[in-house]
């Protein structure tokens, strides 16, 4: 298929719902219509969907993802660090070894689903304000 077909006579922003919509910015694809993707990279945001054409720049998420990733990390990550200062069997350094790991994996998992999932609820705000 032409990736730069229009196709944003086919796809209605009606139609979707607001679990949809968000469910589509944790994938990383456009709210609109689920096809294109939010990102040309790990966290760049694409100017438009190159699917539907829908404008993503003017979408911003700002300080919310990392605000997100932060909060949902420290919460799993609570539990390991209650564990390890409870039980001493292991020393400090393997201790913070793999909390380091732990925390490094999920801020890399959590803050472009965190950041798609922030257009998607700015989109959403957006399709409201304009009916
Ligand atoms: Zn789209």
Redesign the pocket.
């Known amino acids: 298929m032409n990736k730069n077909q229009d196709h944003s006579k086919k ?1 209605s922003s009606k139609s979707v719902t607001g679990k949809i919509a968000l469910w589509r910015g944790i994938k990383g694809t ?1 709210p ?5 993707k939010l990102f040309t990279s790990y966290l760049q945001q694409t100017d438009h ?1 190159d ?4 404008d993503i720049a003017s979408l911003r998420a700002d300080d919310g993802p990392a605000w997100l990733t932060i909060l949902v990390t420290g919460h799993i990550v609570a539990p390991f660090i209650v564990f390890f200062a409870l039980n001493e069997t292991y020393p400090a350094w393997v201790m913070m070894s793999i909390l380091i790991t732990i925390i490094i994996a999920l801020v890399f998992i959590l803050l472009p689903r965190c950041k798609g999932l922030f257009i998607a609820a700015l989109w959403l705000i957006k399709q409201k304000s304009e009916r």
Do not use: I, L, P, W
């Open positions: 796809v456009c609109r219509c689920g096809q294109g969907c699917y539907c054409h829908e």
